[in-house]
């Protein structure tokens, strides 16, 4: 069976210098993967690298069997998958509804973010008449996933 997403010998730079060597990682759907390491090990770059925001130097990423690693961001977001940074980014005049609304998320990117709720279940139970920043932090995360 075909991996969701896999990476297999990543290897990527910045400028002369190599930030990561030679990764490996295989994603099932419905899996969650954490990537847990100290500042500079390359956690960031490994993410920037399969959203196609960082310069793949060596090895592939696949989605669903299809090499990714040669596409730019745009590409691979239409694709299902984005990185969506900690500090969420929300808009206080926009309402749940309008973040989420517009934007359902792909079942791939669903699954790869390990949320398996649907978009429209998610914006019934988070109230979406309310603006997204007055919602929880978990909330607010999930709400920045769901418009991205």
């Keep these: 069976m075909t991996a969701l997403l896999e990476v297999v010998g990543l290897t990527a730079h ?3 210098f190599q930030a990561l060597f030679g990764v490996d990682l295989s994603l099932e759907a419905g899996e ?6 100290a500042n500079g090990a390359g956690k960031s770059t490994l993410m920037r690298a399969i959203t196609g925001v960082a310069r793949v130097t060596g090895g ?3 989605l669903c069997g299809e090499a990714i690693d040669t596409l730019g961001a745009p590409d691979i977001l239409v694709r299902g998958i984005a990185m969506v940074p900690e500090g969420r980014c929300l808009f206080p005049s926009l309402t749940v509804e309008k973040i989420s609304g517009s934007a359902p998320m792909p079942a ?6 390990g949320w398996s709720a649907s978009t429209t279940s998610f914006r019934s139970c988070a109230r979406p008449e309310r603006p997204g920043t007055a919602l929880s932090g978990g ?5 920045a996933i769901a418009g991205r």
């Design 14 to 16: 910045y400028g002369d």
């Design 108 to 113: 791939r990117a669903a699954a790869i973010g």
């Design 32 to 37: 969650t993967v954490a990537i847990i390491g």
């Design 139 to 143: 909330q607010q995360q999930m709400v």
């Design 60 to 62: 592939c990423v696949r």
